[in-house]
């Protein structure tokens, strides 16, 4: 639950255990977990002594609740264990130090990091280091990040084992007039020694960020207890707020992208305009369709670090929480998108459905800096005043004991100060096959898949088709040219299929790409895309009470729901291994 206190159209505070109130409030806002919205107005006329009573009532009320006193008692026991600081339970990528142990991690061999936004001073959105081509000067890149809006330009995301690069990058910046140095510099940064480079347009095909406003208050709407939709029409309703045609779309296009990017060595370069919301969207989705080691926990929530916080994702506008008009739970529709490859492949996922329930909860009731900020500048600036884990967590406590050094750069991350030890292991997904280890899923570049090119190939990825290009930027030929690719050349009609289902969607002379070992291809048709309940209906009664279904029917769907899961976490076996086929009990005894 989460408690605001209102003054104006301008003055919204957020209340936490603990915090004062800095002026008297008009209205009271209280976020239910079940996403009702309760308010508390108070009328004028002499409240103003109620109005304080009643809220810090609320505070304190939250704050004597048996989790907030689980949040303090194991805040204060383990953040006063040690004397020196504590250490951040993943890399929080604020130091080059950090950002070069995951370069290496990933063996991107021809990129380096660079401090060029060290101070800030080429980006406020972006971080204080991001990966750049080895032969690239931080001279030639801070002028060509001027070419690009908001200074956001081409930085690698994820370098594939197999040779390939992910990168990012905002629009192009048309207006601005690049000399020649500057172009040769913007399209050396974009190719990454690479012959063949795909653009792909991000938002092509994707919702709006006000369709998947609407779509996510129509939902809300829909999954409160006392919804007024009749329940002969309550799926026709839920088809109606379009949310789930756009996790299905975001799927799909990610699947596009993940083999681009597996089928032969290559730049794959997304670009949007502001390279904030989806661009973080479609990358997380292709590493988690890639890459076995971003399913596991700890893999995971570095993905989220590295493409979503460090990145500059606008958490505190897109959620909601300073009440702005580019409110769009982009990164929500990212967590229904995880959860619902995490029901098609269970047993490829290390973390659990309670874990995304966490994360969930945790953006929408931000109690950390992560999600407290709409910039790694923002975010930095700040931190300064959170001097210990106890202003946030504990209530009644304004600093910890003397002699204790507590790192301020509190993190969603730290579960350990929120989450009992009972609570964490059910982070942990008992269906998850420890055999798909980061490890052992595919050695450093493979030409078995990876497919060599004709030099010089330039490809735009639009509309589930790959169109050839005469050149990577649009200053070439004319500077009138606009700043998304995709308009460069007459866009090619709407496939009805991806490129998976195209046989990847490869030119002929190419060759024959057979699937690599360690993708995922998400079916993204019909029911295979599926309402997230646990999340959703968490209000409703028969699902707080759990699976038990009261009826003959309920308990037939129950059944056909775990023997879908037995079969899918059932380890694959080719025919001529037959006799050695598990037994599922032995598998649901080994869970337990």
């Known amino acids: 639950m989460a408690t605001e206190s209102v003054s104006g159209l301008s003055r919204v505070q957020l209340l936490r255990p603990g915090s004062p109130l800095k002026f008297t409030p008009e209205e009271i806002l209280i976020h239910g977990r079940d996403f009702r919205l309760l308010r508390v107005a108070f009328e004028a006329g002499g409240l103003e002594p109620q109005a304080f009573q009643v809220t810090m009532a609320i505070v304190r009320a939250r704050a004597q609740s048996s989790q907030a006193q689980q949040y303090a008692g194991i805040s204060l026991s383990k953040a006063g264990q040690s004397s020196g600081p504590r250490k951040p339970p993943i890399p929080l990528l604020e130091t080059s130090e950090d950002w070069e142990t995951e370069r290496k991690k990933q063996g991107a061999g021809s990129w380096r990091v660079s401090p060029v936004n060290e101070r800030f001073d080429v980006a406020t959105s972006l971080p204080h280091y991001f990966w750049v081509p080895k032969r690239t000067l931080d001279s ?23 040779g390939s690069d992910l990168l990012r990058c905002g629009g192009f910046y048309t207006a601005s007039d690049p000399n020649k140095e500057d172009i040769r510099a913007v399209e050396s940064m974009l190719q990454a020694g690479h012959s063949d480079v795909v653009l792909v347009d991000t938002v092509d095909e994707l919702p709006s960020l006000t369709d998947v406003q609407l779509a996510h208050l129509k939902l809300r ?14 799926l026709s309703a839920l088809e109606g707020t379009r949310w789930l045609d756009y996790v299905r779309s975001c799927l799909r296009k990610a699947s596009d992208i993940s083999v681009l990017v597996t089928s032969r060595v290559r730049s794959v370069v997304l670009q949007e305009r502001g390279d904030r919301d989806f661009n973080g969207l479609l990358s997380s989705l292709v590493q988690l369709l890639s890459a076995p080691e971003a399913r596991t926990l700890l893999g995971f929530q ?3 670090q590295r493409e979503w916080v460090a990145a500059g994702h606008p958490f505190l506008t897109r959620l909601g929480v300073t009440g702005a008009s580019e409110e769009a739970p982009v990164f929500l529709l990212f967590l229904d998108c ?12 290390e973390f659990s459905e309670f874990f995304l329930l966490a994360l969930h909860d945790s953006a929408r009731v931000p109690d950390t800096l992560t999600f407290l900020r709409d910039t790694p500048w923002e975010r930095g600036k700040q931190s300064g005043q959170f001097n210990s884990y106890t202003q946030i967590y504990t209530a009644g406590y304004s600093q910890l004991p003397a002699g204790n050094s507590v790192n301020p750069q509190l993190s969603v991350w730290d579960w350990d100060l929120r989450y009992s030890s009972e609570q964490i292991l059910q982070f942990h997904n008992p269906g998850y096959d420890p055999e798909h280890c980061p490890d052992s899923w595919l050695p450093r570049q ?6 060599s090119g004709p030099p010089s190939s330039v490809w735009l990825f639009s509309r589930g088709a790959l169109t050839p290009l ?3 930027c649009p200053w070439r030929d004319s500077p009138s040219l606009l700043a998304v690719s995709s308009r460069w050349l007459p866009r090619p009609a709407i496939s009805s299929e991806s490129l998976a289902d195209q046989e990847w969607g490869l030119p002929s002379h190419w060759g024959a790409c057979p699937l690599p070992p360690g993708l995922l291809l998400p079916g993204y048709l019909g029911p295979q895309i599926r309402l997230w309940r646990r999340c959703y209906l968490r209000g409703r009664p028969e699902v707080q009470k759990g699976l038990s279904a009261p009826t003959i029917s309920g308990l037939q769907d129950e059944l056909s729901h775990l023997q879908e899961l037995l079969r899918k976490w059932t380890p694959r076996i080719s025919p001529e291994d037959h006799s050695e086929k598990r037994d599922p009990n032995t598998i649901v005894s080994q869970s337990r």
């Open 446 to 451: 493979q030409p078995n898949f990876m497919v």
């Open 338 to 349: 995880v959860w619902q490859l995490l029901q098609q492949f269970p047993a490829e996922f």
């Open 302 to 304: 570095s993905l989220v």
């Open 221 to 234: 709407a829909l999954c409160l207890p006392d919804s007024s939709a009749a329940e002969e029409k309550w």
């Open 140 to 162: 030639e890149v801070r002028r060509a990040f001027g070419h690009f809006h908001q200074g956001r330009g081409p930085r690698l995301s994820w370098h594939h084992p197999g």
């Open 470 to 472: 005469n050149q990577l």
